[in-house]
């Protein structure tokens, strides 16, 4: 079954605490591997794009990463304003551009 | 910059009563999508269309239908509104075939009593 799995649920971190959130899938012909972020009670917004494995994006603190199997979105000294929910999705398989998604890891930034 | 609008960011309504929300885009873009997000459960699609007059089923499309007469604008309708309707309803949409990202809209709180 194709599937888009996010880990942690949430995780809580210091100000200045580096971590990475993970995305594995399983879908056969992957076309594009997305992150976005998401502040409550707002639509999604996109950060990254991934095509193949080996490639990697960045923008400010954040660094998405791909393998053949998972992601990474890599968070380097994280602030507060960081702080939101971090949802990947898959676009696979054929000719239509509908995307799977994950159901997300919270992360929240203590100062 | 680039925009979705979807026209209410919350709504109430009655169980049994027609809804209808709305989506227009301003990117010319080709594909549009209907999604609900719920806690624990993601985002779900409902509809999606490639082009004007045409529509496609999505993973949940019970109860739900969907218009899209314009490129711009693409509506949701619940024909009879009920209680597990309430959710965060997100518009989307994309350019073309290629592997684009979507740009969303702010979304939707709709409360069904």
């Known amino acids: 079954e194709d599937q888009v799995t996010q880990s942690p649920e949430a995780l809580r971190l210091q100000e200045g605490e580096s971590s990475s959130l993970n995305c594995s899938y399983t879908?056969?012909?992957?076309?594009?591997l997305f992150w976005y972020r998401q502040d409550p009670g707002k639509g999604p917004e996109f950060l990254f794009t991934l095509y193949s494995a080996g490639e990697e994006k960045e923008k400010e603190r954040l660094k998405a990463t791909l393998t053949k199997k998972e992601s990474f979105l890599h968070i380097t000294a994280p602030k507060p304003e960081d702080s939101a929910t971090y949802l990947c999705a898959v676009r696979y398989g054929g000719a239509t551009n509908k995307l799977i998604f994950g159901t997300g890891t919270l992360l929240a930034v203590q100062p | 910059d680039v925009k979705v609008t979807q026209s209410s960011r919350y709504l109430v309504k009655r169980t049994g009563e027609k809804v209808f929300l709305e989506c227009v885009q301003d990117m010319d873009h080709e594909n549009m999508f209907w999604y609900r997000q719920d806690p624990g459960l993601g985002l779900r699609l409902i509809y999606f269309s490639y082009d004007v007059k045409m529509k496609e089923k999505g993973d949940i499309p019970e109860g739900y239908s969907v218009s899209r007469e314009k490129k711009e604008r693409f509506s949701l309708i619940l024909e009879s509104a009920s209680t597990n309707q309430t959710s965060m309803y997100l518009c989307?949409?994309?350019?073309?075939?290629?592997?684009?990202?979507?740009?969303f809209g702010s979304g939707t709180r709709l409360t069904v009593v």
């Open positions: 879908v056969s012909g992957l076309r594009g």
């Open positions: 989307a949409s994309s350019a073309g075939q290629g592997s684009y990202g979507y740009t």
